[in-house]
């Protein structure tokens, strides 16, 4: 009864916090803030600690041993001893465009607009869907860009690819650019919290041009550590750029800052995608 006590003048201390923010990113800056995540919301391991009691095999329990043993052996400082090395590049980005035969697939995630619309990525072709199902679809972009992040110090490494991809391929046809930012607080994925703070954030992107791309700011809400485990993603503080063809594939990926020899490779990449059949 105490600890229910403690997290529930926690959250209606946070609740409050969240109220006085004045705009999206002090907003996001809070969040991601080492203090905000260890003294106002507990981890997501730590609470799923408490569902030990639903896992009905040894293989779920030695599975849940591994993550948690994974979890405790990186932690937020050896991400911020990595970004003092290399600034967030933590590898070079694609010089090329990778091969559909090597290409792997893109995990697929559940993203919300801040209007509250929910949205799976990435949006590729479905090899089952119907030719009916197909006619009512929204027509699937020849190429994707998915940038992610989880912290909010990594914005300005996303903005450095996603602005000149969006001036370049504004007029583009067939071309989708998503900004996802994962948020993984236990509180905050709580649906109360979490349409408060879809209400804060909720401040229109759009530019009021006609252009077919637009900037697309969405917000994946839980738990990704097997979406990381995928994409073989460790540090939480840099950014991660994916370019997915149309059935759903990684064909080109860049970190940290863009420099302009990276940023040549993800638009003349981009440009092969378009002209693919």
Not at 98 to 124: C, Q, R, T, W, Y
Not at 261 to 272: G, H, I, K, N, P
């Amino acid at each position: 009864m105490l600890s229910f006590k403690r997290v529930t003048r926690s959250s209606l201390m946070a609740s409050h916090r969240l109220l006085k923010l004045k705009d999206k990113n002090e907003l996001i800056s809070y969040y991601t803030s080492p203090h905000f995540s260890h003294h106002f919301f507990p981890q997501t391991t730590s609470i799923r600690f408490f569902d030990f009691y639903k896992l009905g095999s040894k293989d779920a329990i030695d599975k849940e041993r591994a993550r948690l043993a994974d979890e405790m052996n990186r932690g937020y400082f050896a991400d911020i001893s990595e970004l003092k090395k290399h600034g967030g590049k933590i590898a070079l980005a694609s010089k090329i465009i990778i091969p559909e035969m090597k290409a792997v697939k893109f995990p697929s995630i559940e993203v919300n607009f801040s209007n509250g619309k929910a949205l799976k990525l990435p949006i590729d072709l479905k090899e089952k869907e119907s030719a009916a199902d197909a006619a009512k679809s929204s027509p699937i972009p020849k190429a994707s860009l998915i940038c992610v992040s989880f912290r909010a110090n990594a914005q300005s490494m996303i903005s450095s690819w996603s602005l000149p991809f969006l001036d370049t391929f504004r007029s583009s046809k067939g071309v989708n650019l998503y900004e996802v930012s994962f948020i993984d607080s236990w509180l905050l994925c709580q649906t109360p919290i979490k349409q408060l703070l879809l209400r804060i954030m909720k401040k229109s992107n759009d530019d009021g041009s006609d252009d077919p791309l637009k900037r697309q700011i969405v917000y994946s809400f839980g738990d990704h550590y097997y979406f990381r485990k995928e994409l073989h993603i460790l540090n939480l503080l840099t950014g991660y750029i994916y370019l997915i063809d149309k059935f759903g594939r990684i064909r080109w990926q860049g970190y940290g800052l863009a420099t302009e020899d990276e940023l040549a490779s993800l638009l003349s990449c981009t440009s092969l995608l378009l002209e693919e059949k």
